[in-house]
């Protein structure tokens, strides 16, 4: 049976993939420093037969982020996908005009680097397996620049150009780069239902020599501006 690990899961979205992934057959493990949301995934993932294993840590401490990935390994034997979702901090967003170095080195330790540290943590046994997949999720500001969000802007952007460069050194390796790009607002019953976004996950994880997809799909700057 395949591991999952959502790194910065919450009880939206990363609740939601978990479901999803679960109900492919996939073991779920979660990562977040809130124990009350891990509780309800733990709770809600075992009512519904998913073995399912939380962790508590904060990503922007990298040690303890690395620290879950080795008790991970150990209680599940391997991780087989790893999904990056970290809350988007929408409160620390800064517009363009008034973004500082303190403002982008928030999102540097929100984004950038525990994204880095996950690949350097799983990547070599994936290698060595000869299969496995790292899955980003990001907001639209990845790839659409848009003044509100200057600071998440640019750094979205360089976790994307990272990401990419992995994809292309790695998918004839048989590990699999993916990059999912949300641009509507995460709500049940509406476009942005998380049944929707992690079902749109799991396709885009089936999916052979595709790198990214917006959701929705194909979505375009003038959707969102």
């Known amino acids: 049976m395949k591991t999952l690990v959502i790194v910065g ?25 809130n ?11 075992s009512n519904l037969n998913i073995e399912t294993k939380t962790y508590i840590a904060d990503i922007t401490d990298l040690e303890a982020l690395k620290q879950s990935i080795q008790a991970i390994k150990i209680d599940f034997g391997s991780i087989d996908v790893i999904e990056f979702s970290p809350y988007a901090k929408e409160d620390k967003f800064t517009n363009i005009l008034e973004t500082t170095p303190d403002s982008v080195s928030e999102m540097l330790k929100t984004y950038l680097f525990p994204s880095i540290q996950l690949v350097n943590d799983v990547l070599p046994d994936m ?10 999720t990001t907001g639209v500001s990845t790839i659409f620049p848009l003044p509100f969000a200057g600071n998440a802007g640019i750094i979205g952007a360089g976790l994307r150009n990272y990401a990419e460069s992995l994809y ?14 949300i641009g509507t607002v995460i709500e049940p019953g509406t476009i942005g239902d998380p049944n929707l976004i992690a079902e749109a996950w799991y396709n885009l994880y089936n999916q052979r020599e595709k790198f990214e997809e917006t959701f929705p799909k194909d979505l375009k700057k003038s959707d969102i501006s």
């Not at 993939?17 to 979660?30: D, L, N, P, Y």
């Not at 390796?173 to 990059?179: A, C, E, Q, Y």
């Open 9 to 33: 899961a919450g009880t939206g979205l990363g609740l939601f993939i978990a479901k999803k992934f679960g109900s492919e057959g996939f073991r779920v493990a979660t990562i977040s420093r």
């Open 35 to 45: 124990s009350e949301k891990l509780k309800v995934i733990q709770e809600e993932l």
């Open 127 to 136: 290698i060595n397996k000869g299969e496995g997949a790292i899955l980003f």
């Open 168 to 181: 292309t050194q790695l998918e004839d390796k048989n590990i699999f780069i993916r990059h999912l790009s």
